[in-house]
Nanobody, 115 residues
Framework: QVQLAESGGGLVQAGGSLRLSCAAS????????MGWYRQAPGKQRELVAT???????GYGPSVKGRFTISRDSAKDTMYLQMNSLKSEDTAVYYC?????????WGQGTQVTVSS
């Protein structure tokens, strides 16, 4: 079992930055894969970024070069640093944890980018 708690969403102007946090209820190194997904109104949930227990990182094409995923093992927390935000980044952002064979999701945090 993994409980996830996101924080850090809010309203920001285009070109600005935000950092999202996802606190896990167990060691991040015991989780096979963690990541961020987002869902905008009327759209499907899409991958933003992932990080595996071994540290392998991947990004969705629309955020590569602007967003950075990281984790702090001392705090069992994953982060998403979002820079150069665009209006199309507006969505609910969800934290995900995969521990085979189960998937766990946070409650989501709203990010709104005003143009």
């Amino acid at each position: 079992q993994v409980q996830l708690a996101e924080s850090g969403g809010g309203l920001v102007q285009a070109g600005g930055s935000l950092r999202l946090s996802c606190a896990a209820s167990r060691s991040v190194f015991s989780i096979d894969i963690m990541g961020w997904y987002r869902q905008a109104p009327g759209k499907q949930r899409e991958l933003v970024a992932t990080i595996t227990s071994s540290g392998r990182i991947g990004y969705g094409p629309s955020v590569k070069g602007r967003f950075t995923i990281s984790r702090d093992s001392a705090k069992d927390t994953m982060y998403l640093q979002m820079n150069s935000l665009k209006s199309e980044d507006t969505a609910v952002y969800y934290c995900h944890a995969g521990v085979y064979p189960s998937d766990y999701w946070g409650q989501g945090t709203q990010v709104t980018v005003s143009s």
